[in-house]
């Protein structure tokens, strides 16, 4: 199974202004997923972004906002994203199977939303350095239970370097610049 751009969607997972600073490895979390975000755009590959309970949680944190771009994030009260009707239909409407998922927090709304896609035959892809809990330990066994589900574990670099596929990718330099 090989990510390409034309077969790819991403979903981002509330990171938010007041989950963020307890998440365990914050900062790496943020600067990882901010350097995949950035890598994605290049491919022009769909993006859908989640906050849940912004009015107590607060908005996306700046570092990601930024990285984005020009985004509206669908609010959210369920765990799972496809729970939400206007974010099923979201997911559904880009036609893609592969979807590449991020965020806060792993063994909560990461976790249920793979165990939700994968039940709908969605390859998905948990970028494990690009996600995170306040416990460690809750973000190892999130981990565990989505490879168990059948999703496929990977890293950043991993994702943004097969989206490029090869050095003469006209995205190559792009990505290396990134990731370096």
């Known amino acids: 199974m090989r990510l390409m751009a034309e077969n790819t969607m991403v979903i981002v997972v509330d990171y938010q202004e007041k989950l963020i600073p307890v998440i365990y490895e914050n900062e790496k979390v943020v600067a990882n997923s901010e350097i995949l975000i950035k890598g ?7 993006i859908i972004v989640s906050q849940q309970y912004t009015k107590g949680l ?11 771009g020009d985004f ?3 609010e959210k009260s369920s765990f799972s994203l496809w729970k939400d009707k206007e974010i099923k239909e979201a997911i559904k ?9 991020c965020g806060t927090e792993a063994h909560i709304c990461v976790l249920q939303t793979v165990i939700d896609l994968r039940a709908k035959d969605y390859n998905v ?31 950043y670099e991993s994702v ?15 990505i290396s610049k990134l990731t370096k």
């Open 40 to 46: 994605i755009k290049e491919f022009d590959i769909p």
């Open 58 to 68: 607060g908005g996306t944190v700046p570092a990601i906002a930024e990285a984005l």
């Open 72 to 74: 509206t994030p669908y």
């Open 93 to 101: 409407a880009t036609g893609r199977k592969n979807v590449i998922i």
């Open 125 to 155: 892809f948990v970028v494990e350095d690009c996600v995170g809990s306040r416990n460690p330990n809750d973000k190892k066994f999130a981990c565990k239970r989505a490879v168990e589900e059948k999703a496929f574990l990977c890293t």
């Open 160 to 174: 943004l370097y097969e989206l490029t596929g090869g050095a003469a990718s006209p995205k190559f330099k792009i």
